[in-house]
T-cell receptor
Framework: AQSVTQLGSHVSVSEGALVLLRCNYS??????LFWYVQYPNQGLQLLLK??????LVKGINGFEAEFKKSETSFHLTKPSAHMSDAAEYFC????????????????FGQGTILTVHP | DAGVTQSPTHLIKTRGQQVTLRCSPK?????VSWYQQALGQGPQFIFQ???????QRGNFPDRFSGHQFPNYSSELNVNALLLGDSALYLC??????????FGQGTRLTVV
């Protein structure tokens, strides 16, 4: 069974500082990996995904993440935080669906709330 | 493109009642998944529909059932509501080799 662990339920940074949100996964086979962002009272928006190929993945709003198979990690970073980055962030894994169509179910971590101070 | 739309946005029900939530997928998407997000938690997978069949199911009781229509829209039904069913219910749609796109969710409160 797949599982996702996000280290730190709350992360607080100053505007302009580095953002680092940690994610470790457990999977019997290399999974697909995702980071989603959720603003209050809204659905989830995809930031970036890793499927195959380059292990450093760039996403929207200046975020990027690196897949490290040896560490089973997929940490999310942004060099300089902006006030608008304040939200909850979810790391997720998906199996590679045997049916060959769209991805299978997503297994999410518990989420990390990012607070950005002026 | 309207994206994934869910209705209603908010709903209040009494314990023991039944509820139906609706989802219209993003244009061109044929797969619909449902998730339950309790307060302060990550979303939990309920089930996924493809070609009007339930393709995968998470660890939810039979009180949770669904349906997918020929136009790919979907319904989530929950019978015999419990207080613990109070949550944000998210619908996500996808297509071949695309990631899941989420709707805004339906906030269900059971009193």
């Amino acid at each position: 069974a797949q599982s996702v662990t996000q280290l730190g339920s709350h992360v607080s940074v100053s505007e302009g500082a580095l953002v680092l949100l940690r994610c470790n996964y457990s999977s019997s086979v290399p999974p697909y990996l995702f980071w989603y962002v959720q603003y209050p009272n809204q659905g989830l928006q995809l930031l970036l995904k890793y499927t195959t190929g380059a292990t450093l993945v760039k996403g929207i709003n200046g975020f990027e993440a690196e897949f490290k198979k040896s560490e089973t990690s997929f940490h999310l970073t942004k060099p300089s935080a902006h006030m608008s980055d304040a939200a909850e962030y979810f790391c997720a894994v998906s199996d590679r669906h045997a049916g060959g169509t769209s991805y299978g179910k997503l297994t999410f971590g518990q989420g990390t709330i990012l607070t950005v101070h002026p | 493109d309207a994206g994934v739309t869910q209705s209603p946005t908010h709903l209040i029900k009494t314990r023991g009642q039944q509820v139906t939530l609706r989802c219209s997928p993003k244009s061109g998407h044929d797969t619909v998944s449902w998730y339950q997000q309790a307060l302060g938690q990550g979303p939990q997978f309920i089930f996924q529909y493809y070609e009007e069949e339930e393709r995968q199911r998470g660890n939810f009781p039979d009180r949770f059932s669904g349906h997918q229509f020929p136009n790919y829209s979907s319904e989530l039904n929950v019978n015999a509501l419990l207080l613990g069913d109070s949550a944000l219910y998210l619908c996500a749609s996808s297509w071949i080799n695309t990631e899941a796109f989420f709707g805004q969710g339906t906030r269900l409160t059971v009193v």
